[in-house]
C-alpha cells in the first residue's frame, strides 16, 4: 500500500503563501487523480483541489488562491497557497480523488493562518 507523507504546513499571516507537499511511498502516476483535502475539528473531510493530466478543479473557496501541481517523477502533489485567509486553517492531507480507491490516510499537515 502506498504511504503518503504531508510537509509544509507553518503558522503564517494572513495574505502570506505556503506550499504543501506530498510525497508518496511508490509510484502515483498510474492514479489518474490527486486530490489535496482539509479537516478543521468537527468537520468532515473536505476536497479542495484536485488534478488529473493538465486538468485541474477547485472548491470555490479557493480558486483562485490555490495552485494544485504533481510530479510524477517524484511521487509528489503539491498545493502552491496564496493570499491565505483564517478560514483556510486546517490539517490538509493529499489522497487520490473523483472515484478513485482511496489510499491510507498520512498524518497530515497542519496550516495555521493568523496574525
Known amino acids: 500500500q502506498v504511504q503518503l507523507v504531508e510537509s509544509g504546513g507553518a503558522l503564517v499571516q494572513p495574505g502570506g503563501s505556503l506550499r504543501l507537499s506530498c510525497v508518496a511511498s511508490?509510484?502515483?502516476?498510474?492514479?489518474?487523480?490527486m486530490g489535496w483535502y482539509r479537516q478543521t475539528p468537527g468537520k468532515e473531510r473536505e476536497l479542495v483541489a484536485d488534478?488529473?493530466?493538465?486538468?485541474?478543479n477547485y472548491v470555490d473557496s479557493v480558486k483562485d488562491r490555490f495552485i494544485i501541481s504533481r510530479d510524477n517523477s517524484k511521487n509528489t502533489v503539491y498545493l502552491h497557497m496564496n493570499s491565505l485567509k483564517p478560514e483556510d486553517t486546517a490539517v490538509y492531507y493529499c489522497?487520490?480523488?473523483?472515484?478513485?480507491?482511496?489510499?491510507?490516510w498520512g498524518q497530515g499537515t497542519q496550516v495555521t493562518v493568523s496574525s
Open positions: 489522497n487520490s480523488a473523483r472515484g478513485a480507491v482511496l489510499l491510507d
Open positions: 511508490r509510484s502515483i502516476s498510474s492514479i489518474r487523480t
Open positions: 488534478i488529473s493530466g493538465l486538468r485541474t
